[in-house]
């Protein structure tokens, strides 16, 4: 039943194999999807190599530079994916960063600068990327982000980015409300921690999936793949009625009092 095939899909956040939207862009693929990706361009084209090493068995409609800081970047790719696609169906955010003084030491001490990077990178990409998008929703479409319970409650370590994740998922409600008129549908999944690039700079990542371990109904954390599979879902006609939504795919943790 789950089937995406004609549908053009745009996948932002592949630093390796371990990159949660890695696991996504399997998962799309393999439920038919054609794929786009973006990568964070860099001085020695290391990062662009590394994404066009991992994407290649999956043969890529469009690989494409995307620095979200960037207002040109952004524009380019989804002028790209025009020239590319008629139409663009599915839009996954799946990128964030804070330097190292947001995830670490007092909360307090995190500066202007550091605190504004953040949130322009993790925050605020997601809302200019769906203004760049939505023109070419034509169909309609759906957009999923990424996001983590340290949004909602505090989670040692995670600090600033606990800041980005509140504001991303309230930003998955205002465009949920403004976009559904088009038949466009925002969401965002809270996914459990999970080894990657990004959660290594964040002090204690090994400790929190230990605890989840411990907590979580289902006594494990998730995999890549496990989200990957909730986002073919929510980018399918099977979740047609559900937008605005923060779904936990975190083995059950977020139910937990104790
Ligand atoms: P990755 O490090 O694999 O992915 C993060 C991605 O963000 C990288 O591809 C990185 O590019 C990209 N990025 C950073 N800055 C920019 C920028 N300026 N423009 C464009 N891209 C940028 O880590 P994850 O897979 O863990 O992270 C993906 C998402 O999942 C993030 O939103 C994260 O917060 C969220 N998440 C992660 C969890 C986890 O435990 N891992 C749990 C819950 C949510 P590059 O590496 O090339 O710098």
Known sequence: MLDLKKKNALITGIA???SIAWGITQ??????ANIGVTYLPDE???FEKKVREVVEPLNPSLIVPCDVQSEEQIDATFAAVAEKWDKLDILIHCLAFADKE???GD????SRDVFLKSLNISTYSLTRMAKAAKPLMSDGGSIVTLTYIGGVRVIPNYNLMGIAKAGLEMSVRYLASELGSHKIRVNG???GP???LASSAVGGILDMIHHVEEVAPLKRTVTQIEVGNTAAFLCSDLSSGITGQIIYV???YEVMGM
């Not at 909360?107 to 995190?110: G, K, Q, Y």
């Open 16 to 18: 390796n194999e371990r």
């Open 27 to 32: 998962q799309l693929h393999k439920a038919g």
């Open 44 to 46: 020695k084209g290391r």
């Open 102 to 104: 947001g995830l670490t």
């Open 107 to 110: 909360f307090s001490d995190i």
């Open 189 to 191: 999944i809270s996914a």
């Open 194 to 196: 999970i080894r990657t």
């Open 250 to 252: 975190d083995g059950g």
